[in-house]
T-cell receptor
Framework: QSVLTQPPSVSGAPGQRVTISCTGS?????????VHWYQQTPGTAPKLLIYRNTHRPSGVPDRFSASKSGASASLAITGLQAEDEADYYC????????FGTGTKVTVL | QVQLQESGPGLVKPSQTLSLTCTVSGGSINSGGYYWTWIRQRPGEGLEWIGYIYYSGSTSTFYNPSLRSRLSISEDTSENHFSLKLDSMTAADTAVYYC?????????????WGQGTLITVSS
C-alpha cells in the first residue's frame, strides 16, 4: 500500500485549472526528499512529467507545474486540454521508492 | 536517448519462478550513476517499486522488503541488460512489469521507462 495519498479523481473543463495533491509524511516528503510526477495514459508506460519538485523535462508543456511544501506536494495543470486526460502519480523516497495512490484526471 | 525493453514469458504458472529481462540501448548499464529498476502495476492499480541494481565498479541491489524473500535482480554487462527473478509466483503477482532508469538526487526519479510487459499468473 502506498504511503503517498492522492485524490482518486479530479475533473475540469477544457481551459480550466486543476490541481492534484500528494500528501506524505515525515519519513518521505517531510524528510526533505524530492517529489516527482508521472503521467500515464491507458495502455502506456508512465512518463516523467516533473522531477525534483518543480522541474519539467524537455518537451513537457509549461501548463504543467508543481510545488512542494512540508510533507505535501501538488501538481497543477493550467489550460486543461483533452490530451491531459490520464492518470497522474506522485513519487518520492521512503527508504525505497514510493508512489502515490494515483489520480485520474477527466476532461469534461 | 536511452531506451529500455522488457522481455518475458507472458504467462507463468502458480508457484513457478518469473524471469524477466530488460535490454538497454543507447547507454551502458555499467556506466555508473543510474539505478536500473523494476516497477510493477497490478491491473487497475497503482505503481509498486520492486527493486533496483546499481553498478559502480561493483554491483549493489536493493529490494522492496515485501518481495525481498522471493526476489533477485542481476545484470549482464556484456549483454547490456538486467534481469529479475521472482520466485513462488501467485495470482497476486499478476501485473504489468516495467523496467526503468532511476536517477538519484535526494531520492530517486525514473526518467526512462520500458513499454512494460504483462505477466499473468494462471494454471
Amino acid at each position: 500500500q502506498s504511503v503517498l495519498t492522492q485524490p482518486p479523481s479530479v475533473s475540469g473543463a477544457p481551459g480550466q485549472r486543476v490541481t492534484i495533491s500528494c500528501t506524505g509524511s515525515s519519513t518521505n516528503i517531510g524528510a526533505g526528499y524530492d517529489v516527482h510526477w508521472y503521467q500515464q495514459t491507458p495502455g502506456t508506460a508512465p512518463k516523467l512529467l516533473i522531477y525534483r519538485n518543480t522541474h519539467r523535462p524537455s518537451g513537457v508543456p509549461d501548463r504543467f507545474s508543481a510545488s512542494k511544501s512540508g510533507a505535501s506536494a501538488s501538481l497543477a495543470i493550467t489550460g486543461l486540454q483533452a490530451e491531459d486526460e490520464a492518470d497522474y502519480y506522485c513519487q518520492s523516497y521512503d527508504s525505497s521508492g514510493v508512489f502515490g495512490t494515483g489520480t485520474k484526471v477527466t476532461v469534461l | 536517448q536511452v531506451q529500455l525493453q522488457e522481455s518475458g514469458p507472458g504467462l507463468v504458472k502458480p508457484s513457478q519462478t518469473l524471469s524477466l529481462t530488460c535490454t538497454v540501448s543507447g547507454g551502458s548499464i555499467n556506466s555508473g550513476g543510474y539505478y536500473w529498476t523494476w516497477i510493477r502495476q497490478r491491473p487497475g492499480e497503482g505503481l509498486e517499486w520492486i527493486g533496483y541494481i546499481y553498478y559502480s565498479g561493483s554491483t549493489s541491489t536493493f529490494y522492496n522488503p515485501s518481495l525481498r524473500s522471493r526476489l533477485s535482480i542481476s545484470e549482464d554487462t556484456s549483454e547490456n541488460h538486467f534481469s529479475l527473478k521472482l520466485d513462488s509466483m501467485t495470482a497476486a503477482d499478476t501485473a504489468v512489469y516495467y523496467c526503468a532508469r532511476g536517477v538519484y538526487v535526494m531520492g530517486f526519479y525514473f526518467d526512462s521507462w520500458g513499454q512494460g510487459t504483462l505477466i499473468t499468473v494462471s494454471s
